[in-house]
């Protein structure tokens, strides 16, 4: 994404960035449209839509297809126009999770060749974000902004206020719940 002003902004992916990541992605896998559905555990209609560009996708099944496909999330998501970026707070790329009250926005993905990505996150209290092991030898990177959460993976959660870090692996179910209303957190998630 070049820079652009505020109102250009979109307040969620486009589309057409994750239908062309999905078909170069399944394409380069060699997997059909079936397999694909499949491992990933959803309809292959569900699939055929979001390859047209005209499905809606939730952030959960962004995720299954990452991890089906064997790739970070953000290759699904990214921008096709890697140049100058500028995302103000509030606007950006954002994914809404189908299940809780969370918002992702992917800040940066990593280059090629390096594998991070760094997410802004926004919860509100009154749910739970479980989140389904991600590629093997991930690795989450949390810094919580305003408000209080708990997260980490499962059996191993822990409370954090603003200013507090914790990292864990990423490849394990782990979850993230808001305490405190308006809770925002800075989320670098790595790849081996």
Same mark, same amino acid.
């Given at each position: 994404?070049?820079?652009?002003?505020?109102?250009?902004?979109?307040?969620?992916?486009?589309?057409?960035?994750?239908?062309?990541?999905?078909?170069?992605?399944?394409? !380069? =896998? /060699?997997?059909?449209?079936?397999?694909? *559905?499949?491992? #990933?555990?959803? @309809?292959?209609?569900? +699939? $055929?839509?979001?390859?047209?560009?005209?499905?809606?996708?939730?952030?959960?099944?962004?995720?299954?297809?990452?991890?089906?496909?064997?790739?970070?999330?953000?290759?699904?998501?990214?921008?096709?126009?890697?140049?100058?970026?500028?995302? !103000? =707070? /509030?606007?950006?790329?954002?994914?809404? *999770?189908?299940? #809780?009250?969370? @918002?992702?926005?992917? +800040? $940066?993905?990593?280059?090629?060749?390096?594998?991070?990505?760094?997410?802004?996150?926004?919860?509100?209290?009154?749910?739970?974000?479980?989140?389904?092991?991600?590629?093997?030898?991930?690795?989450?990177?949390?810094?919580?902004?305003?408000? !209080?959460?708990?997260?980490?993976?499962?059996?191993?959660?822990?409370?954090?206020?603003?200013?507090?870090?914790?990292?864990?692996?990423?490849?394990?179910?782990?979850?993230?719940?808001?305490?405190?209303?308006?809770?925002?957190?800075?989320?670098?998630?790595?790849?081996?």
């Amino acid at each position: 994404m070049t820079e652009v002003d505020a109102k250009a902004t979109p307040s969620r992916l486009p589309r057409e960035w994750i239908a062309a990541a999905l078909r170069r992605e399944r394409t !380069r =896998a /060699g997997l059909s449209l079936s397999e694909l *559905a499949k491992r #990933a555990g959803i @309809a292959k209609s569900t +699939l $055929s839509q979001l390859e047209a560009a005209t499905g809606n996708p939730g952030i959960e099944t962004v995720w299954a297809l990452a991890v089906a496909l064997g790739v970070p999330f953000s290759v699904l998501v990214e921008s096709p126009d890697p140049g100058v970026t500028v995302i !103000r =707070a /509030g606007e950006g790329p954002t994914m809404r *999770a189908e299940q #809780a009250s969370y @918002a992702g926005t992917l +800040l $940066s993905a990593g280059p090629t060749g390096v594998r991070r990505d760094i997410y802004h996150g926004a919860m509100e209290p009154g749910s739970v974000r479980e989140s389904e092991p991600h590629i093997p030898g991930s690795v989450e990177h949390l810094v919580v902004s305003t408000g !209080r959460m708990i997260a980490g993976p499962a059996g191993g959660t822990v409370e954090l206020g603003p200013g507090d870090y914790m990292s864990y692996r990423g490849d394990v179910p782990h979850s993230y719940e808001a305490l405190s209303p308006g809770t925002t957190f800075v989320l670098v998630m790595q790849h081996v």
